[in-house]
């Protein structure tokens, strides 16, 4: 008796299995997501849970469940489970584990498994067999990335909290700079966890493509079809995003190093150095990054040094628009060039690519150029081309105006209603560009991006 159905009368009935398949992996991800989370984060025993899938995937769920709790226990501060021990380099000589291989080895075991009482026939059961099989893999897929999110989140506060802690308990005298790495309250093994992180979920996306190939060549239903691709798609771009978020902490991390020194940024330290405050930072933050240059995957190091540049440029414009003391004009413009011209150099020998961020520091640079008592006449040209470029911004230029130490209330305001008039006649729409909507004004202004951290939003926007 073939198995093998007639097309058009299995697309209603696929229709309705497609639904109750997708109900029970949205209920099934719910449950196995707070069982593994009790199970992992808060190291209690699980609670029972009503089966809701085959005892295939119930031991597919054992198994990933024990994966996990190793993996995090590695990653986890102060777990004492090797987070001091190196990891282990992959084929490309970079961090990784096994885990990705074993990860998808496993399910496709736990596949072929499902199908092998049909043999080489096609058809309606073994379709629902294969959705099933899937279906439960992809939740417990979907449940680890959840599981991980949560887990790269707290890590990375944990650590920033120690690396505040131990910078205020000791006392440094004010004549002797931090040395760059002096901050090993930030676990030196958390770097390399999370690089390993990082490169392993690019590594799950590109296995999870292999498995996909291999469950749709099983599926007779073009329906069913159709609906694993949506899963597929799902799963890889959920892999996609915390490698992401791994990229995110490590900038996050990476900037801290330098902290200290950006902390300096237009204060008497920074007037007084001669510029060579942005060459300690620009060492700093080379120094946080060797081993993320050295054993991260290309792809991701490229994003991450782009994700590196934006976040870089928005607190240095942000320390721009949010001076403590007005800046010391036409001093501070030449400080900011040279600035400029370090930060350039350094970030040039991490991207392969065109720097085009530093086309808003190239753009800025005209109309601090222009001086306080000219304000009103000459400050309309170079403004109008950064306009063009990145939008009005009239809060972000109005904050960096009120930074000047050269411009007395009454020529800013003038100087800005000016601003707002050609805006107006030129009827250009209320938009921001770039890193300038990430720059955070003084609270008396608009925030440029409100409620929104700018890493998380550099993880959203890049690989």
């Known amino acids: 008796m073939t198995m093998r159905s007639n097309p058009r009368r299995m697309s209603a009935t696929s229709g309705m299995s497609v639904i109750s398949r997708t109900s029970h992996m949205s209920v099934w991800s719910a449950r196995l997501g707070n069982v593994v989370e009790e199970y992992i984060v808060s190291g209690g025993t699980p609670a029972k849970v009503t089966p809701v899938v085959s005892p295939r995937s119930r031991r597919q769920q054992g198994w990933e469940m024990d994966y996990m709790k190793a993996e995090i226990d590695r990653y986890k501060w102060g777990s004492g489970s090797g987070l001091e021990d190196a990891p282990s380099l992959n084929e490309e000589g970079c961090y990784g584990s096994n885990g990705p291989q074993v990860l998808l080895h496993t399910s496709k075991g736990f596949l072929d498994e499902a199908v092998a009482p049909f043999g080489p026939l096609r058809g309606k059961e073994k379709d629902t067999a294969v959705m ?44 002797r700079p931090p040395h760059p790495c002096s901050n090993f309250a930030i676990h030196h093994g958390f770097v390399s966890r999370t690089i390993t992180l990082a490169n392993d979920q690019l590594k799950c996306a590109e296995l999870l493509e292999s498995y996909w190939g291999d469950a749709k060549q099983m599926l007779f239903s073009r329906s069913d079809q ?186 800013l305001k003038e100087a800005m209603s000016i601003l707002r008039g050609k805006v107006k006649s030129e009827r250009m729409a209320n938009r921001s560009q770039g890193v300038i909507e990430m720059v955070v004004l003084p609270k008396k202004l608009k925030l440029g991006v409100p409620g929104l951290s700018p890493l998380r939003k550099l993880a959203q926007t890049r690989l």
């Open 132 to 175: 099933n099989a899937v279906g439960a893999a992809l939740a417990l897929f979907k449940a680890m990335q959840e599981l991980w999110s949560h887990v790269i989140s707290t890590e990375v506060q944990v650590h920033r909290r120690k690396a505040g802690s131990s910078r205020s308990s000791r006392k440094i005298p004010p004549s």
């Open 226 to 411: 159709a609906v694993l691709d949506e899963w597929m798609i799902t799963a890889i771009e959920g892999y996609i995003a915390l490698s992401k978020q791994c990229l995110a902490s490590l900038v996050s991390i990476t900037l801290l190093f330098a902290k200290p020194s950006l902390k300096t940024l237009f204060q008497e330290p920074w007037y007084q150095s001669g510029g060579t405050v942005m060459l300690a930072i620009t060492q700093q933050i080379d120094i946080a990054l060797s081993t993320s240059q050295s054993y991260l995957h290309p792809t991701l190091f490229e994003a991450l040094a782009g994700s590196l540049l934006d976040a870089f440029l928005v607190m240095y414009l942000t320390a721009l628009c949010n001076v403590k003391t007005k800046l010391r004009m036409p001093e501070a413009v030449e400080l900011v060039k040279q600035d400029v011209r370090v930060a350039f150099q350094f970030f040039a020998g991490l991207k392969q690519a065109e720097l085009n961020e530093f086309d808003v520091m190239e753009m800025l640079l005209p109309m601090l150029e222009v001086q306080g008592c000219d304000l009103v006449r000459l400050l309309v040209p170079p403004y109008w081309a950064f306009a063009r470029r990145f939008g009005p911004n009239l809060d972000f230029v109005e904050a960096l105006s009120r930074s000047r130490g050269d411009v007395s209330k009454a020529v």
